[in-house]
């Protein structure tokens, strides 16, 4: 049927970001632009892409609805590959604490933090969350994220750790984004584990994690390693026990200071390793010969003042590195892709080429999704963006103001 069919046709670019795995080091500026180019898209595939004027020669036009892209760029569609979305209340006053000293393992310490959503996320409906869910995503696609990744994490508990898991399911069903879905419930110790971190890792593994298993409402189980929170072995106990049940494995990684994150990422074959604003030398070199995709969130580092992840010295190294946004009540209240954009070109010094690489195709690779999704590729989604601008080039000088017109997702026109 025709409605099924699209061609979108003449746009001064496209930006295929063409791959099938993450691209690592030098390979990251490599984006194969498409100049005067078209996309022909049958239920939500793409089936042709290239030079309009080829296109054309190998599909029957009256088969399709044509949007014309003259003027426009088009880019894969965004995607968010660590984000903590979910959750109950709000955290304000800490953000005001932060901006007057205080540290952020200072604030958990005085019972702010993850444990302060807790409280919240507890007291939360099934339909508040689902609502409060799907106005996030419904900004978020605004911005061009067509994939996002969501963690659980504000429950510690067996009840409030599934109620997230299960609203997120329900949100990729019924939300044009799809909903990668991610077991945290270590990332934190509850207060009824309080000293016990042990024992908070041994309920997880014999009670929460079989359950969500047995649904099958995660791909992924992560764990917050850091010095306060869980040590290198209860996270690396932790995540033996994930995959033995069939999780993909992720680690919040070196965020506040070294703490040798980033080798047990290599260690456990985890499909990425998070955060790295204090990774070491070796950890770096490591991921650099690993599989383990280097996802980096330039926003929450500026959202704490702190220091920037190594982006530079990891894709030098030969890193494969992806950017996502931690969008959290806490140390990252923004899932804004147009500042985490410029973020990384102006304070990490990414090139534009590599920053988009980092948000479309190792963002696919950092959920295992290289195969399906971030690039602009014959067989698979119909995913992409097309720009107000001609050039990708728009999204870091615009800064910090978002570039895209028109999301197509899954091979639908959203008009944004």
Same mark, same amino acid.
């Given at each position: 049927?025709?409605?099924?069919?699209?061609?979108?046709?003449?746009?001064?670019?496209?930006?295929?970001?063409?791959?099938?795995?993450?691209?690592?080091?030098?390979? $990251?500026?490599?984006?194969?632009?498409?100049? @005067?180019?078209?996309?022909?898209?049958?239920?939500?595939?793409?089936?042709?892409?290239?030079?309009?004027?080829?296109?054309?020669?190998?599909?029957?036009?009256?088969?399709?609805?044509?949007?014309?892209?003259?003027?426009?760029?088009?880019?894969?569609?965004?995607?968010?590959?660590?984000?903590?979305?979910?959750?109950?209340?709000?955290?304000?006053?800490?953000?005001?604490?932060?901006?007057?000293?205080?540290?952020?393992?200072?604030?958990?310490?005085?019972?702010?933090?993850?444990?302060?959503?807790?409280?919240?996320?507890?007291?939360?409906?099934?339909?508040?969350?689902?609502?409060?869910?799907?106005?996030?995503?419904?900004?978020?696609?605004?911005?061009?994220?067509?994939?996002?990744?969501?963690?659980?994490?504000?429950?510690?508990?067996? /009840?409030?750790?599934?109620?997230?898991?299960?609203?997120?399911?329900?949100?990729?069903?019924?939300? #044009?984004?799809?909903?990668?879905?991610?077991?945290?419930?270590?990332?934190?110790?509850? #207060?009824?584990?309080?000293?016990?971190?042990?024992?908070?890792?041994?309920?997880?593994?014999?009670?929460?994690?079989?359950?969500?298993?047995?649904?099958?409402? +995660?791909?992924?189980? /992560?764990?917050?390693?850091?010095?306060?929170?869980?040590?290198?072995?209860?996270?690396?106990?932790?995540?033996?026990?994930?995959?033995?049940?069939?999780?993909?494995?992720?680690?919040?990684?070196?965020?506040?200071?070294?703490?040798?994150? +980033?080798?047990?990422?290599?260690?456990?074959?985890?499909?990425?390793?998070?955060?790295?604003?204090?990774?070491?030398?070796?950890?770096?070199?490591?991921?650099?010969?690993?599989?383990?995709?280097?996802?980096?969130? #330039?926003?929450?580092?500026?959202?704490?003042?702190?220091?920037?992840?190594?982006?530079?010295? $990891?894709?030098?190294?030969?890193?494969?590195? +992806?950017?996502?946004? @931690?969008?959290?009540?806490?140390?990252?209240?923004?899932?804004?892709?147009?500042?985490?954009?410029?973020?990384?070109?102006?304070?990490?010094?990414?090139? #534009?080429?590599?920053?988009?690489?980092?948000?479309?195709?190792?963002?696919?690779?950092?959920?295992?999704?290289?195969?399906?999704?971030?690039?602009?590729?014959?067989?698979?989604?119909?995913?992409?963006?097309?720009?107000?601008?001609?050039?990708?080039?728009?999204?870091?000088?615009?800064?910090?103001?978002?570039?895209?017109?028109?999301?197509?997702?899954?091979?639908?026109?959203?008009?944004?």
């Amino acid at each position: 049927m025709k409605e099924d069919r699209i061609l979108i046709r003449d746009a001064a670019q496209i930006v295929t970001c063409s791959g099938f795995k993450a691209k690592k080091g030098a390979e $990251m500026s490599e984006l194969s632009v498409i100049n @005067d180019g078209a996309v022909a898209i049958d239920k939500g595939i793409i089936k042709a892409v290239g030079k309009t004027c080829d296109v054309l020669k190998i599909i029957d036009i009256d088969d399709y609805h044509e949007i014309s892209a003259k003027g426009q760029a088009l880019i894969p569609g965004f995607v968010d590959s660590h984000t903590h979305f979910l959750f109950g209340g709000y955290r304000e006053e800490e953000f005001s604490w932060r901006l007057k000293g205080d540290s952020y393992m200072s604030i958990m310490k005085q019972g702010g933090g993850i444990i302060n959503t807790t409280t919240d996320t507890r007291n939360m409906s099934y339909n508040d969350m689902y609502a409060k869910g799907y106005e996030q995503l419904n900004g978020m696609i605004k911005l061009g994220v067509t994939t996002v990744e969501g963690k659980s994490g504000y429950g510690l508990d067996l /009840d409030t750790e599934l109620m997230q898991l299960r609203v997120m399911n329900e949100l990729s069903n019924d939300h #044009p984004i799809d909903i990668v879905s991610t077991y945290l419930g270590a990332h934190a110790v509850p #207060p009824e584990f309080s000293g016990r971190a042990d024992d908070y890792i041994f309920f997880m593994i014999e009670k929460v994690m079989p359950q969500i298993r047995k649904e099958r409402l +995660a791909t992924f189980c /992560d764990v917050f390693c850091e010095k306060g929170v869980f040590t290198i072995e209860q996270s690396e106990h932790l995540l033996k026990a994930a995959r033995n049940l069939r999780f993909k494995l992720k680690l919040h990684a070196d965020e506040i200071v070294e703490f040798g994150g +980033a080798e047990l990422a290599v260690r456990v074959k985890a499909t990425s390793a998070d955060h790295l604003l204090h990774a070491s030398d070796e950890g770096i070199k490591k991921l650099a010969k690993s599989g383990t995709v280097a996802t980096l969130l #330039p926003l929450t580092a500026f959202s704490l003042h702190d220091t920037y992840a190594p982006g530079r010295k $990891m894709i030098d190294q030969g890193c494969a590195v +992806a950017l996502a946004s @931690d969008f959290n009540p806490g140390s990252c209240f923004s899932y804004s892709v147009p500042l985490m954009f410029a973020l990384a070109c102006i304070e990490m010094k990414f090139s #534009p080429e590599e920053a988009l690489t980092a948000l479309t195709i190792n963002g696919a690779a950092a959920l295992g999704k290289a195969s399906e999704i971030g690039s602009i590729d014959v067989g698979k989604k119909a995913d992409i963006l097309m720009l107000k601008y001609p050039s990708y080039k728009f999204i870091p000088y615009h800064i910090g103001m978002n570039c895209v017109d028109v999301v197509i997702k899954d091979g639908v026109p959203i008009i944004v």
